[in-house]
């Protein structure tokens, strides 16, 4: 079973994939728009985003630009067009595979165990409890937390918060990305919570010129540590 987004904005097609992917055993969201689809990408970090390329208030091949800008999601496109031309463009853009409409679900299914299958294997930070980044050190298991030789004394969420962005180091983390996995998919919204989290945690980490943990403007945060 995976963890499937489908974003269209035709909602009969929307349905019939939501109910024939459930049939296979698969969990799904969906989005009709490429706002909400972004979004529920950073929240739910789905296995798999199926992507229609004729969005009402994006281009499909700038979402899935966007989505490769912090995610290495499997990205399936679906489109009406299905010259040569597009599909390379989408391909370039960061999707996995094209599909042409129309399809069977049969085929779809099928594209979905492929891409499954070659995405790449991630490692085990998310099951081991530590995580050691250059001088950073993190015990998941007593909530502790030492840079270099330094004890840090941090609250609960500001351990939650540096722990996801330890498991995520170099890459960009989204304020959704964040609030779903620290606060819920209730607190999606509420991005002043990150801002204010990653002040303090920046005051704990002596990071006043934001090196360690940088600001992505209007997107969120990376953590960036240098090797010991």
Same mark, same amino acid.
């Given at each position: 079973?995976?963890?499937?987004?489908?974003?269209?904005?035709?909602?009969?097609?929307?349905?019939?994939?939501?109910?024939?992917?459930?049939?296979?055993?698969? =969990?799904?969201?969906?989005?009709?728009? !490429?706002?909400?689809?972004?979004? @529920? %990408?950073?929240? $739910? @970090?789905?296995?798999?985003?199926?992507?229609?390329?004729?969005?009402?208030?994006?281009?499909?091949?700038?979402?899935?630009?966007?989505?490769?800008?912090?995610?290495?999601?499997?990205?399936?496109?679906?489109? !009406? %067009?299905? *010259?040569?031309?597009?599909?390379?463009?989408?391909?370039?853009?960061?999707?996995? =595979?094209?599909? *042409?409409?129309?399809?069977?679900?049969?085929?779809?299914?099928?594209?979905?165990? +492929? +891409?499954?299958?070659?995405?790449?294997?991630?490692?085990?930070?998310?099951?081991?409890? %530590?995580?050691? &980044?250059?001088?950073? &050190?993190?015990?998941?298991?007593? &909530?502790?937390?030492?840079?270099? =030789?330094?004890?840090?004394?941090? %609250?609960?969420?500001?351990?939650?918060?540096?722990?996801?962005?330890?498991?995520?180091?170099?890459? *960009?983390? $989204?304020?959704?990305?964040?609030?779903? !996995?620290?606060?819920? $998919?209730?607190?999606?919204?509420? !991005? @002043?919570?990150?801002?204010?989290?990653?002040?303090?945690?920046?005051?704990?980490?002596?990071?006043?010129?934001?090196?360690?943990?940088? $600001?992505?403007?209007?997107?969120?945060?990376?953590? *960036?540590?240098?090797?010991?």
């Amino acid at each position: 079973m995976a963890r499937v987004l489908v974003i269209d904005d035709d909602r009969s097609l929307l349905r019939a994939l939501r109910l024939g992917l459930q049939s296979e055993g698969h =969990d799904v969201s969906t989005a009709a728009d !490429a706002a909400s689809g972004l979004s @529920q %990408t950073a929240i $739910t @970090q789905p296995d798999v985003v199926v992507l229609d390329i004729g969005l009402p208030d994006m281009d499909g091949l700038e979402v899935c630009r966007r989505i490769r800008e912090w995610s290495d999601v499997p990205i399936i496109i679906l489109s !009406a %067009t299905g *010259t040569e031309n597009r599909k390379v463009a989408a391909l370039d853009g960061g999707a996995n =595979d094209y599909v *042409t409409k129309p399809f069977s679900m049969a085929e779809l299914e099928a594209r979905i165990r +492929v +891409v499954i299958r070659h995405r790449p294997a991630e490692t085990d930070v998310e099951s081991s409890p %530590t995580i050691e &980044h250059g001088p950073l &050190h993190l015990d998941l298991v007593h &909530h502790e937390a030492r840079l270099a =030789d330094e004890a840090l004394a941090l %609250t609960a969420k500001e351990f939650e918060v540096l722990a996801f962005l330890a498991r995520h180091v170099g890459r *960009t983390c $989204t304020h959704q990305m964040i609030l779903g !996995a620290v606060w819920g $998919t209730g607190y999606a919204r509420e !991005a @002043q919570y990150v801002h204010a989290y990653v002040h303090r945690l920046r005051q704990k980490l002596h990071d006043d010129d934001g090196e360690l943990i940088r $600001t992505i403007p209007g997107v969120g945060y990376a953590l *960036t540590l240098p090797e010991e």
